[in-house]
Nanobody, 126 residues
């Protein structure tokens, strides 16, 4: 059974930083691209960042580029999201996802991912 478990969420002031982790089990982690998505109240779940199975390539939404960094440790079956210069509009539930993605242009699409975590809340106060 595949499990993705996010951790590291919480409350932070604007301008602050947080680091999210997502621990994966039940799958061959190094075969999967990993993504982070987020969903604010009454909005659609949106793409934040993704990283290739080897970790050699990463992709970001324009809204987080330059502030967020995705990384992975294949030895520990974990993907990370380092978030800096946080803004109130970053407030959302953050989800990690795993997918065996064939086409790069699909990394920002929810449908490209096979497995999802339960999410962790990030609240950025102004």
């Amino acid at each position: 059974q595949v499990r993705l478990v996010e951790s590291g969420g919480g409350l932070v002031q604007a301008g602050g930083s947080l680091r999210l982790s997502c621990a994966a089990s039940g799958l061959t982690f190094s075969n999967y691209a990993m993504g982070w998505f987020r969903q604010a109240t009454e909005t659609e779940r949106e793409f934040v960042a993704a990283i290739s199975p080897s970790g050699g390539r990463s992709y970001y939404a324009d809204s987080v580029k330059g502030r967020f960094t995705i990384s992975r440790d294949n030895a520990e079956n974990t993907v990370f999201l380092e978030m800096n210069s946080l803004k109130p509009e970053d407030t959302a539930v953050y989800y990690c996802a795993a997918g065996q993605i064939t086409y790069v242009y699909t990394v920002s699409s929810k449908s490209a991912y096979d497995y999802w975590g339960q999410g962790t809340q990030i609240t950025v106060s102004s």
